[in-house]
C-alpha cells in the first residue's frame, strides 16, 4: 500500500497540471501558426498532446481551433513508444519534469514544431543548456511567476519551443499569477485526484477507508466539520469525499488531507 501511494505521490509531483492561464498566451501563437500552415497544405494541423488527458487545459482549448490527438501515462500511454505511427503535425504539451532532456530529443527526433511549458529551472540544468547550445529552442517567458495550486510559485514557468514562435524570445505579460481569488486550476487535476485518491468514510465520520484501507478518523485529524455543507447521515460509503469537497470547493486544503493520509498509512504500516 505505502509503495503505490508513493509512486503516485511522486507522479503528482512530477507532473503538475496547466492552468488555463498558462494555455491561452500559447493558443494565441498556434492559431497565427495553424492559419499558415492551414494556406500551406490546405488543411488544419492535427495537434498532438501526448501528456494529457481529454479534460487537459491543452486538448480543451486546442479542440476549439485544430483537431487534437491525446494521451496519458493514467490511460496506458507511453509517450516514448506510442506515437511513432501516428500521424500528428505539431506536439503542445507539459511533460515530465524529470524526463525532460529525454523529452526534448524525442520530439526533435520526430522533426515536427513542439511546444512544451515547464518549470524555467530547466535552463539551468547544462545538460539542457549542452543539449541546446548548437540546437537553440525559442523560448516564451512570462512577467508573473504562475501558480498552480492556488499558492504563490516559487519558480516561474515557460515554455521551450521548436520551428513555433515566430522569433527566438519573447515575452508574454499576464494580468495575474493565478494565486487567491485569481486561481482556476486545471480540469485534469480534479480527475487525477478522483482515479487516484479514494477517500471514504462510514456515516458516523469514525473511520475512513483510503483505497479500502481502514483508517480511524482521528488519525486523518479531518472529520465532517471541515465540510460543513455534508451532511453525516447522508454520506454513502461509496461515495468518495475527495470528490465531494472539490464538488462543494471548500477552502480546506485537501492537499493537507494527503498528507495526512499517508503519514497516517505510513505510521499504521509501522505498527503493524
Known amino acids: 500500500m505505502a509503495n503505490s501511494i508513493a509512486k503516485a505521490a511522486k507522479r503528482n509531483n512530477d507532473e503538475l497540471f496547466t492552468p488555463p492561464i498558462l494555455v491561452e498566451p500559447i493558443i494565441k501563437y498556434l492559431d497565427k501558426w495553424g492559419m499558415e500552415f492551414t494556406k500551406k497544405y490546405q488543411r488544419p494541423p492535427k495537434v498532438l498532446c501526448p501528456f494529457d488527458t481529454s479534460r487537459s487545459e491543452f486538448v480543451k482549448q486546442i479542440d476549439k481551433l485544430y483537431p487534437t490527438i491525446n494521451g496519458h501515462i493514467n490511460t496506458g500511454s507511453d509517450f516514448f513508444k506510442d506515437w511513432e505511427q501516428i500521424d500528428f503535425d505539431i506536439v503542445i504539451s507539459n511533460p515530465p519534469f524529470s524526463r525532460k532532456l529525454d523529452v526534448f530529443k524525442k520530439l526533435d527526433s520526430w522533426k515536427k514544431p513542439w511546444a512544451m511549458v515547464m518549470n524555467a529551472m530547466a535552463l539551468n540544468y547544462h545538460e539542457i543548456i549542452d543539449y541546446f547550445v548548437d540546437n537553440e529552442p525559442e523560448l516564451m517567458f512570462f512577467n508573473k511567476r504562475v501558480s498552480y495550486d492556488g ?122
Open 151 to 272: 499558492n504563490p510559485s516559487s519558480f516561474a514557468s515557460c515554455y521551450i519551443c521548436r520551428d513555433f514562435l515566430p522569433q527566438k524570445l519573447i515575452c508574454e505579460p499576464l494580468e495575474h499569477n493565478n494565486v487567491g481569488k485569481y486561481f482556476k486550476k486545471s480540469d485534469m487535476y480534479n480527475e487525477f485526484i478522483s482515479q487516484n485518491y479514494k477517500l471514504q468514510a462510514l456515516d458516523d465520520g469514525t473511520q475512513f477507508y483510503l483505497n479500502g484501507k481502514g483508517i480511524p478518523a482521528y488519525r486523518l485529524k479531518v472529520n465532517f466539520k471541515d465540510f460543513p455543507k455534508l451532511d453525516p447521515s447522508n454520506i454513502n460509503v461509496e461515495e468518495s469525499l475527495i470528490e465531494m469537497a472539490i464538488k462543494e470547493q471548500h477552502d480546506y486544503s485537501i492537499s493537507k488531507v494527503f498528507r495526512d493520509w499517508m503519514d497516517a498509512i505510513e505510521k499504521s504500516e509501522k505498527k503493524d
